[in-house]
């Protein structure tokens, strides 16, 4: 398809308008000779001598005075796709006349956990002007049909102008299979009225032109990845040294604390023998207090001082003719103190031959004989009490 000859028709001038109302209307056709042409570019009614761009179908030329001039199909049919083809062949028009396009910018970005903060990185790749050596519509490139691919230093970027239908996930992904360079351009809400406004769109940047792929975007979001695993790399390391820090302190803080008991430890040792020597001291007193009571012949305090100090379990007897007091603890030898003397429970004691201490006035006897002498005792005894 040859391009329009700018000076022949009105084709491309900026102030042509598409729309009537903001409402697009169809002002270009081809004519017979195969030619982009523009509706006030052609004689009115059926001598126009144009076809639809989009289904091939006869079209009237409608140069009234009251409407704006449009084109219409000959046979009335409503025509789904006249407006978005007329749109690709305007669009291709400028490119060729301007031999350059802008592509949008492009901002990928990257977010993970880790080990010590989220990690969220972004670049942007900026918008390109590229300068186009040819532009060919709706050519079949592998398995798709983009609407525009433009040529550029040997390299073919698809554009895909979304007016009524958006480029699917299924084309997307063969695009990505095909390795095109692909840019969707959304005039799906943008209200075109001029020739003009659609030149602000292919020619200057902004939110309307995506990159649906790139393999250079593709190759910076896989740099992105890896410099955020780098990161993430670098942190485990920082990670690890901080636990390896912390791990540091709690043994530093063990070994103080250990310190810490073990002066504890032997404070309570120094203790230990302080109490120990205090005991002593105290057990000194009472042997004195003892023999001070024995030199006085004073027995009954002497032996009152003794048992005092053996710090003895006291058990003691009532029986029918008195009663007994069993002292015994720790200490090798125990001692059975009678309240009077007489009682028959004693017999006990002359049984296993032990004898009478006059001394402490008590009987004396090796530990392991309290068993028995316990459960004999038992058979005098009218009550125990244990003191
Ligand atoms: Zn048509």
């Known amino acids: 398809m040859t391009l329009i000859n700018k000076n022949e028709f009105l084709a491309l001038d900026s102030n042509t308008l598409i729309a009537s109302e903001f409402e697009p209307i169809v002002v270009f056709a081809r004519n017979s ?66 031999s350059y396009f802008v592509t949008p910018s492009h901002t990928i970005s990257t977010s993970m956990d880790g080990p010590i903060r989220p990690i969220n990185l972004s670049k942007v790749i900026p918008s390109m002007e590229l300068q186009i050596d040819s532009v060919e519509i709706e050519k079949r490139v592998a398995s798709v049909r983009p609407d525009i691919l433009i040529n550029v230093q040997g390299k073919e970027y698809l554009i895909e102008i979304f007016v009524t239908h958006k480029c699917d996930e299924e084309k997307i992904s063969k695009l990505k299979e095909i390795g095109l360079s692909s840019i969707e351009i959304d005039l799906s809400k943008f209200k075109l009225n001029k020739v003009s406004d659609l030149e602000q769109v292919l020619f200057f940047e902004n939110d309307l032109k995506t990159w649906l792929f790139d393999s250079k975007i593709e190759e910076a979001r896989r740099a992105l990845v890896a410099e955020a695993m780098e990161e993430f790399a670098k942190q485990e390391i920082e990670h690890n040294e901080v636990n390896r820090k912390r791990r540091v302190r709690e043994l530093e803080q063990l070994v103080k604390q250990q310190t810490k008991n073990q002066q504890k430890i032997s404070e309570d040792e120094n203790f230990n023998e302080i109490s120990k020597s205090i005991e002593t001291e105290k057990k000194l007193k009472e042997i004195e207090k003892i023999k001070s009571s024995a030199q006085k012949n004073n027995w009954t305090e002497a032996q009152s001082h003794f048992f005092h100090l053996k710090n003895f379990q006291t058990l003691s007897y009532t029986t029918i003719d008195g009663g007994l007091d069993l002292f015994h603890g720790s200490m090798e030898f125990a001692y059975c103190k009678p309240k009077s003397g007489k009682e028959r429970a004693l017999e006990v004691f002359q049984e296993l031959n032990i004898e009478f201490d006059p001394i402490i006035q008590a009987y004396s006897f090796h530990r392991s004989q309290l068993k028995p002498i316990i459960i004999n005792l038992s058979s005098y005894s009218l009550g125990i009490r244990s003191l």
Not at 37 to 43: K, L
Not at 62 to 91: D, N, P, V
């Open 33 to 98: 000779h195969g030619q982009f042409v523009h509706i006030d570019s052609v004689p009115n009614g059926k001598a126009c001598d144009c076809t639809c761009l989009a289904c091939g179908e006869p079209l009237v030329a409608r140069q009234g005075s009251k409407k704006a001039h449009s084109f219409a199909h000959e046979s009335g049919a409503e025509c789904q796709y006249a407006i978005e083809t007329m749109l690709h062949w305007l669009a291709k028009e400028l490119f060729a006349s301007r």
